[in-house]
């Protein structure tokens, strides 16, 4: 658990989103929106994508960040958000699940 | 994600203020609420339950489907007075989850040996003050028995409005105590804020219980606040 006072600004998310705006960078966020059982992450945990796939922070344990950074790169060229659901590999169309047995529900959006 | 409201959300959370981002899962548009803003509704509900409860999550309102973001800062537990109480109160507030700070500006009280792992400030608290501020998120807890060292600091924790003010000693030290707080300029309603004698009334007798006291106290005051208000208005 991080009890730090002040934000820890070379790993926040948020943070990292707004400098790569000021660097004139196309940016996507992700933000987990639901979970249902063991989900890695909090509701309302960030992923920051820029264009060129680099990403800080995290929606799950790792194991569904591939996916996600993916189709933050086409929510960046359409500017249409999207909401992902992930859960057990084999219940979800999607090709990447949670090894812990939760669900989670993921909204991506375009920064600006 | 309005580029606006990250700067204005980032900004709110650098300055230990609370803020939640409302974001219409429908449209995709958001916004900013800050703490004390006035939203009307259902909405307006949800967002102080929000407020109170640092919860994040989807609500339902005026047939739309909203996300709140709530962005709460950590609350923190200030402690002046690097005494016997706050030698057990350090390990547990830690385990609680509320970081805790020590200042004293007594050198033979406040050392490294006797507090291993705390941030510890060997300096009179309006020094410390003056670098790092207190704010609504932060509790302060005098626990000196010395005027001299605690008095500036309940008065500015009265006036940082922290979410709980606590002083050590009993009702007769604390009448004295008012005496010199209101010569301080602080006002009869502020002062009513002090929880004197410090913490839960569990009957704690030794420091270890004192200090469990205190932070029960404490941790009581954080999951209350707005609750207290919301109450006497009714």
């Known amino acids: 658990m991080d009890n730090s006072i002040y934000l820890d600004e070379a790993r926040d998310p948020l943070i990292i989103a707004e400098g790569w705006m000021k660097d004139g960078k196309d940016v996507a966020i992700a933000t987990v929106v639901e979970t249902w059982g063991s989900a890695p992450r909090p509701v309302g945990s960030h992923l920051v994508i820029d264009a060129d796939g680099n990403f800080h922070g995290s929606v799950s344990g790792g194991c569904v960040e591939g996916a996600v950074v993916s189709e933050a790169i086409d929510v960046i060229d359409s500017g249409k958000a999207r909401m992902l659901e992930f859960g057990v590999a084999d219940e979800t169309a999607w090709q990447v699940g949670l090894s812990c047995g939760g669900r989670i529900k993921v909204y991506v959006e375009r920064l600006g | 994600m309005d580029p606006y409201a990250l700067k204005t959300l980032n900004a709110e959370r650098r300055a230990r203020?609370?803020?939640?981002?409302?974001?219409?899962?429908?449209?995709?548009?958001?916004?900013?609420?800050?703490?004390?803003?006035?939203?009307?509704?259902?909405?307006?509900q949800a967002i102080a339950k929000a407020f109170r409860t640092g919860n994040s999550g989807?609500?339902?309102?005026?047939?739309?489907?909203f996300f709140l973001n709530a962005h709460l800062p950590q609350p923190r537990l200030v402690v002046i007075g690097a005494v016997?109480?706050?030698?057990?109160?350090?390990?547990m507030a830690k385990i609680a989850g509320y970081p805790l700070e020590i200042i004293d500006p007594r050198s033979?009280?406040?050392t490294p040996d006797r507090f291993p792992d705390v941030a510890l400030h060997a300096e009179w608290p309006e020094d410390v003050l003056k670098r790092q501020p207190l704010d609504s998120y932060t509790a302060l807890a005098a626990v000196t028995h010395d005027p001299k060292i605690d008095d500036f600091a309940l008065k500015a924790a009265l006036d940082a409005n922290c979410f709980y003010v606590g002083a050590l000693g009993s009702r007769k030290t604390h009448a004295k105590r008012v005496e010199r707080l209101l010569a301080l300029g602080a006002t009869a309603d502020q002062i009513a804020r002090i929880h004197a004698p410090i913490g839960l009334d569990i009957g704690a007798a030794s420091p270890g219980e004192i200090a469990v006291a205190i932070l029960a106290q404490t941790i009581h005051a954080f999951r209350s606040r707005g609750l207290e208000a919301k109450g006497a208005a009714a």
């Open chain 2, 17 to 44: 203020r609370a803020a939640i981002l409302v974001t219409d899962l429908g449209d995709g548009r958001d916004r900013l609420v800050r703490e004390g803003d006035s939203v009307a509704g259902e909405l307006g």
């Open chain 2, 58 to 65: 989807s609500v339902e309102a005026e047939g739309r489907t």
């Open chain 2, 84 to 91: 016997h109480i706050s030698q057990a109160l350090a390990p």
């Open chain 2, 108 to 110: 033979a009280f406040a």
